[in-house]
């Protein structure tokens, strides 16, 4: 196990951040996706889940976002979640970064405050001073990291990404990653942890710590050169 991975399993926590017991979920012609599935997240970081087509692990995502509900166990989460999807374009809908981050801002905050946050969360992603920038000319990196930058604006502590660098070239890849790895291990007053799916084996070095998905069911959490061990 990495010194990282030891630094953060080894911290002492108020509460889990997440936590879920025995979560079990079949689809209506009788496919156990789920089978009484156990685990939890003990701080803020990157975390990733590696496993095939059909493991469950998307499935896993909409439940812990309350998209589809349990239909046994129970889910414990103190954080407020932002889903991030392997395609930015579905989360994209207004046609300026600004205006599309405006979506995702709390509705209490006055105008100062979100072009504030709309600032602060574009330089987060690298997008800074591309407010007024147009939709349709962003690449496919950058409107991934514009998606991000919309997790960080609706103020969410828990980012579930479902394969977000599936659709994207090496590059943009590892820009991804070192973007969501940056924001999850800053010591801030907001700490970040998240919740990553791939099934690129490389991807697991940048995370502190990774558990493998199958058959419906969750294992321990280990350094991700551990996991990439056990898989080659």
Not at 106 to 130: C, D, H, W, Y
Request: glycine share 8%; charged share 20%.
């Amino acid at each position: 196990m990495t010194e990282q991975v030891k630094k953060t399993l080894g911290k002492t926590f108020s509460h889990k951040s997440l936590v879920l017991e025995d979560i079990s979920f079949a689809w209506k012609k009788g496919h156990c996706v789920l089978d009484k599935c156990s685990f939890s997240v003990p701080g803020p970081g990157l975390w990733m889940l590696v496993g095939g087509n059909g493991s469950g692990k998307s499935t896993l995502f909409r439940l812990i976002s309350g998209i589809i509900r349990p239909q046994g166990g129970h889910i414990s989460c103190s954080l407020k979640s932002a889903l991030v999807l392997q395609n930015p374009d579905h989360h994209l809908l207004l046609p300026s970064c600004g205006s599309d981050l405006q979506l995702s801002l709390p509705r209490e905050m006055n105008t100062s405050e979100r072009n504030k946050n709309i600032t602060f969360a574009l330089k987060q992603v690298g997008l800074t001073n591309m407010s007024d920038r147009p939709i349709h000319t962003l690449s496919g990196g950058q409107k991934q990291r514009l998606a991000l930058a919309g997790a960080l604006a609706s103020q969410a502590s828990l980012f579930l990404l479902d394969e977000p660098t599936a659709l994207l070239d090496p590059v943009s890849q590892r820009s991804i990653l070192e973007i969501v790895r940056q924001i999850s291990r800053k010591s801030t007053e907001h700490p970040i942890t998240a919740l990553w799916i791939t099934h690129r084996l490389e991807e697991l070095t940048y995370c502190d710590g990774a558990a493998i998905m199958d058959k419906g069911k969750l294992g321990k959490w280990f350094s991700g050169d551990q996991i990439i061990k056990k898989l080659t």
